[in-house]
């Protein structure tokens, strides 16, 4: 029988350096991560036009995967400009 996995958005943020780092920091940690998008793509010159992202982890994982992502942004790793959604 299937076991049916349960990902919740767990943050959300707007740089792509942070989804790199966040998912391959979620990769080491054996924790199954979804990234996604917001939006829809606006054709745009201003650089400072960031699209918002939001990483879904398993719902079992959660603390450990915001621990690590706290512990990330301690540490300088990736930006303070996220925001936790549980």
Not at 1 to 27: G, P
Not at 40 to 57: G, H, L, P
Not at 71 to 79: E, M, P, R, T
Request: hydrophobic share 35%; net charge negative.
């Amino acid at each position: 029988m299937a076991t049916r996995i349960n990902f919740i958005d767990l943050y959300s943020f707007y740089n792509e350096l942070d989804a790199s780092v966040i998912e391959t920091l979620m990769e080491d940690y054996n924790i199954s991560c979804s990234i996604r998008t917001l939006g829809s793509i606006r054709f745009s010159t201003d650089v400072n036009n960031y699209q918002e992202k939001r990483i879904a982890v398993e719902s079992d994982k959660l603390e450990n995967a915001k621990k690590i992502i706290n512990d990330a942004i301690k540490s300088g790793v990736i930006s303070r400009e996220g925001k936790f959604r549980v």
